[in-house]
């Protein structure tokens, strides 16, 4: 079937056309891009679409808590070197987000696709990746997800059977248990800000030892392993030791660890670094994330951070003191409806700026930042926020649904 030229049955044909069509209709009716709707319908039409989709592609698969939008898009970037490719760009990452987008690319030879980390199991097994990047895990969505730990378990129990090379951030000690079960596996450290999610061993519970930016576990012996790729201030440093440099127009550290995983993967297919690396110059923003927005004649910055890694790296790269921030927090379904995360954040690195608060749960993020000792004012709205903030860029920082808000009001 691989080699055949259209490798779709007629009922995979009709499934594709009317998951189109439904997505069209969901578009015309101003309800966003139609491609999750879509492709459900599509995979109620033929349950297998996704694997006869994916059998003539090179599938990379992108996992992680933080950063796979992102990095997906740098992969995507870096593999058009070496042929079409064809990815799930806006995030739409279950299996009918996927559906849609591979339902696009019949041209492609690279379907680069991000998975959230709780289907990455049932996505794995129905596409036949060549290549899984797993960048981190950590707690995100307390009142689905469950703790992080069963998800690695997860993973791990997924992967041993794969035939993918496994490009692993080996600085997470949750992704270096799950990946450890594969045969085929590249290391590269990436780093990682958040720890509060791996100080107990994921093999047998004792305590990890953090000595510098080594880990390991006293008491079974389990250790990061030596990574083949690095991260180095602003280059990666590839298997032969040479060091190649960064230059994005993303910003902050966590989007040159994105590049440095993005760069090994793009070596798996044969895409130099230098040549994978200039390609990732070309992204500017992703999916409304990082782009500067001109709002009631000022500059505004949207950034979108999820979960108390997400904060962490967000606070580590906005505009020094006073620059002004507007926080926004909202808990709908898609967000998780438990905001407990908010007290992991730590929100003394705010202190100096001033603090405009937003969003569904407004209130709970202010009893934080009260706590913390900040000074803030709660808003109403956007608009409001905007008209009190002193002068200077302001940074915004969203979680995901009051995200979509902030750009749908800024026209973005």
């Not at 690695?152 to 129990?157: F, G, M, P, Q």
């Not at 596996?185 to 720890?195: F, N, R, Y």
């Given at each position: ?174 992704v270096v248990w799950a990946a450890s079960s594969s045969p085929n596996v590249i290391w590269v450290a990436a ?222």
């Amino acid at each position: 079937m691989a080699g055949n030229s259209d490798p779709l049955t007629p009922r995979a044909k009709l499934a594709v056309t009317a998951g189109k069509a439904v997505a069209a209709a969901s578009r015309a009716a101003g309800r966003g891009s139609g491609s999750v709707i879509g492709g459900r319908v599509a995979l109620k039409l033929d349950p297998d679409l996704l694997a006869r989709l994916a059998q003539h592609l090179d599938v990379i698969l992108v996992s992680a808590t933080n950063g796979k939008t992102t990095t997906t898009r740098l992969i995507a970037e870096a593999l058009g070197a070496a042929g079409p490719v064809v990815s799930n760009a806006l995030g739409a990452n279950m299996p009918a987000g996927i559906t849609s987008a591979l339902a696009g690319g019949s041209e492609a030879k690279f379907g680069v696709i991000e998975v959230d980390e709780k289907y990455l199991a049932g996505v794995a097994r129905d596409t036949d990746p060549k290549c899984i990047a797993l960048l981190n895990l950590s707690r995100d969505q307390l009142d689905r997800a469950g703790e992080t730990r069963m998800l690695a378990e997860n993973w791990r129990e997924a992967l041993s059977g794969s035939k993918a090379v496994l490009v692993a951030n080996c600085d997470d000690p949750l992704v270096v248990w799950a990946a450890s079960s594969s045969p085929n596996v590249i290391w590269v450290a990436a780093g990682q800000m958040w720890k509060d999610d791996a100080w107990s061993c994921p093999s047998c519970g004792g305590v990890m030892q953090r000595p510098g930016d080594d880990w390991f576990c006293g008491e079974c012996g389990f250790r990061r392993p030596t990574p083949s790729w690095a991260l180095s201030g602003d280059h990666v440093l590839d298997p032969h030791g040479s060091a190649w440099p960064i230059h994005l127009q993303l910003p902050g550290r966590a989007n040159k660890a994105n590049a440095a995983s993005s760069a090994a993967v793009a070596a798996v297919f044969g895409v130099p670094p230098q040549v994978a690396l200039e390609r990732m110059y070309q992204v500017q923003a992703v999916a409304g994330r990082y782009d500067v927005v001109q709002f009631q004649g000022r500059d505004l910055r949207l950034l979108l951070a999820k979960n108390p890694a997400g904060w962490l790296e967000t606070f580590s790269l906005i505009d020094p003191p006073p620059a002004p921030v507007i926080l926004s927090v909202n808990a709908r379904s898609a967000d998780g409806t438990d905001t407990s995360w908010l007290w992991d954040v730590d929100y003394t690195r705010l202190t100096g700026h001033p603090l405009f608060v937003l969003g569904d749960r407004k209130l709970d993020l202010a009893v934080r930042l009260e706590v913390a000792g900040q000074q803030f004012q709660v808003c109403e709205s956007l608009d409001e926020a905007v008209q009190q903030a002193p002068a200077g860029r302001i940074e915004v920082i969203a979680n995901y649904t009051a995200f979509q808000d902030l750009r749908r009001r800024v026209g973005n």
